[in-house]
């Protein structure tokens, strides 16, 4: 019995040094090192560190297992796994449904992002069989939530990450080619551009403090002035900071923010930023929201906040399937999902459809007529006028192929949708396609060049045969 014990006793020390190994070490070490400012403890006092919030996101995706999947999108600066919830009811799962994502604690001293999307997250798996937002979230939509990209800021109670760079000015800016070196990018922001080729989000929110705003694009002005710029879809993004606006319970009441919005550029204007280049790059339209005056409210006020973010937040996550233009595209041929795009008329933005199901998610402002124009290569574009009232409006295009020599060509190359649900198929596919322009265009240099050699050769001027 003796030797049992023994040998119990040893397996559990074992264990519980090789789980807390280095990593966590170092962690707690970042932590308690600022545990000598009496400043910063008192500010953080009744805040998750990272190593609690580490618990509470893998609590969660034991709690709610069966709507929710626990991933890392990679690791902080200083090795902290910068993790996600994923919340849907086939989590993982590619399925026709938008995608949307949250992300917090973007900047280290901003910390309220991070402690309201756990309590979020917390309250859909409470509340998705009998709240029907709740339940309309997690049956249509891909929610992923990361609560914090900054956890080396956090633990240093400061800005910027380990490296005292500002991730919300780290991004390839569409104005001044600063930061378009990707390898002296932060692996933070690193971490955020690799999700966004893999992953397609319709819409999306960070979360900041220090203000009560929903800001929208663009951030930046080509000329650096402090001026309102729109981008194309400016109205989209109104209506959208606005919903959220008017959602919360006081943001809308703002005495500094008429509405409680404001255009970035309007505010201040921002290069870098995270927001204009998930719009132009990740076709994705995000919002920056600042959900408190204080950026380091005392703990005991999160919960009040959250109550106050709640409807807000949900409102927005569902504004993906509840507003908008919806639907898929399809071959009328062979009647299999096409990938292509979706374009309204007047407005200078493309939207991509899914790569396994070719379904679209557009949002767009309410109570106005639009042209909704489908395309993909190799097939005859189509489009169609609605009109979109408060509700969504689904809309399935059937393209008809394009029989010109150049339609069929693009469509016997470029037509990867074959309904394959596997990325992996898909990118096999692509290559193959562009291997195979490569060949041709190969051809039609070689032939291009013979015949240049031939007619070359019949236009030198005969030879004299006399030398004078
Ligand atoms: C909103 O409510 C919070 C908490 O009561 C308060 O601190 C803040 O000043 C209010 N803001 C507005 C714009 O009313
Ligand atoms: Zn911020």
């Known amino acids: 019995m003796k030797l049992i014990l023994f040998l119990l006793y040893i397996s559990l020390t074992l264990s519980s040094v090789l789980s807390r190994g280095g990593l966590s070490a170092t962690r707690l070490l970042l932590e308690e090192n600022h545990s000598h400012n009496s400043d910063s403890i008192d500010k953080a006092k009744g805040y998750m560190t990272n190593y609690d919030l580490e618990q509470a996101v893998k609590d969660f995706g034991r709690r709610c297992s069966n709507i929710s999947r626990i991933y890392s999108i990679g690791k902080s600066v200083n090795g902290f796994p910068l993790w996600v919830m994923e919340i849907s009811d086939k989590p993982g799962a590619e399925e026709p449904e938008p995608a949307f994502k949250f992300i917090g604690n973007v900047h280290g001293d901003e ?32 929610l992923h939530i990361l609560p914090s990209l900054n956890p080396d800021g956090f633990a240093l109670k400061r800005r910027g990450n380990a490296n005292n760079i500002d991730l919300n000015r780290d991004f390839p800016d569409q104005f001044f080619p600063m930061n378009n070196d ?33 800001n929208y694009p663009w951030d930046g002005t080509h000329d650096k002035r402090r001026n309102y710029y ?76 959250w109550e106050y973010n709640k409807i807000s937040m949900l409102n927005l996550v569902a504004s993906v399937v509840k507003t908008g233009v919806h639907g898929r595209i399809f071959s009328s041929d062979s009647g299999r999902p096409i990938p292509g795009s979706i374009t309204i008329k007047g407005i200078n933005y493309m939207v991509k459809s899914g790569r396994a199901f070719a379904d679209y998610h557009r949002l767009l402002a309410p109570g106005k007529k639009y042209e909704v124009i489908a395309s993909a290569p190799g097939y005859k574009s189509k489009s169609t006028t609605i009109w979109l009232e408060e509700e969504a409006v689904t809309v399935d295009f059937i393209l008809d192929p ?67």
């Open 111 to 142: 910390p309220v992002g991070r402690e309201i999307t756990l309590l979020l997250a917390n309250w859909l798996c409470d509340n998705h069989m009998k709240d029907p937002l709740a339940k309309l979230i997690v049956e249509n939509v891909h």
């Open 182 to 214: 990707e390898d002296a990018r932060q692996p933070e922001t690193r971490a955020i551009m690799t999700w966004l080729r893999e992953m397609h989000f319709t819409a999306s929110a960070t979360l900041h403090g220090g203000a009560l705003v929903a």
């Open 230 to 305: 729109g981008c194309p879809d400016d109205q989209t993004f109104k209506f959208l900071a606005s919903s959220y606006s008017h959602s919360h319970r006081n943001m809308s009441l703002s005495k500094e923010f008429h509405g409680g919005i404001i255009n970035g550029a309007f505010w201040y204007p921002i290069y870098g930023g995270m927001q204009d280049w998930n719009y132009i790059h990740g076709g994705c339209l995000e919002l920056t929201l600042e959900i408190s005056d204080d950026k380091w409210p005392n703990a005991n006020e999160l919960p009040t906040i």
């Open 402 to 468: 394009d029989e010109t020599l150049e339609g069929n060509l693009l469509r016997s190359i470029c037509d990867c949708g074959s309904g394959v649900t596997t990325k992996f198929y898909w990118r096999f596919h692509i290559e193959i396609c562009f291997f195979l322009v490569i060949v041709l265009a190969f051809l039609c240099f070689l032939l291009k060049r013979r015949t240049l050699f031939t007619l070359g050769k019949q236009r030198q001027p005969p030879k004299r045969s006399v030398m004078i």
